[in-house]
């Protein structure tokens, strides 16, 4: 079992920025992806940004990709998601995932089997 514990959400106004921590614990290894899904209300959960842990590929979403940046700092076993120039449609419930996903499945909440609880960024405009 692996635990995810996400922090630094928050209320930012638009054209801010957040950062996004990720602490893992329990059988973490080196050949997880670590990724970023977000759920804003009535919308289906989405990829945001994801991690290979080994390799620290990194893979974003278009409505992301220049703003935002993930990465890893292994001692700690911690994954970040640095969020700028923030904007109001990036309004939601961000969520960390590991798991070992195939080229399919990356994308897509199927391919993760860990999941965080989930931390609220709020960008008012």
Same mark, same amino acid.
């Given at each position: 079992q692996v635990q995810l514990v996400e922090s630094g959400g928050g209320l930012v106004q638009a054209g801010g920025s957040l950062r996004l921590s990720c602490v893992a614990s329990g059988r973490t290894s080196s050949? /997880?992806?670590?990724a970023w899904f977000r759920q804003a209300p009535g919308?289906? #959960?989405e990829f945001v940004a994801g991690i290979i842990w080994s390799t620290t590929s990194t /893979?974003?979403?278009n409505s992301v990709k220049g703003r935002f940046a993930?990465? #890893?700092d292994s001692a700690e076993s911690t994954a970040y998601l640095q969020m700028n120039s923030l904007k109001p449609e990036d309004t939601a419930v961000y969520y960390?995932?590991?798991g070992?996903?195939?080229s399919s499945t990356y994308f897509y909440?199927?391919?993760y089997d860990y999941w965080g609880?989930?931390?609220q960024v709020t960008v008012s405009s």
């Open positions: 050949r /997880y992806v670590m919308k289906e #959960r /893979y974003y979403a993930i990465s #890893r960390c995932a590991a070992r996903p195939n909440t199927n391919g609880q989930g931390t």
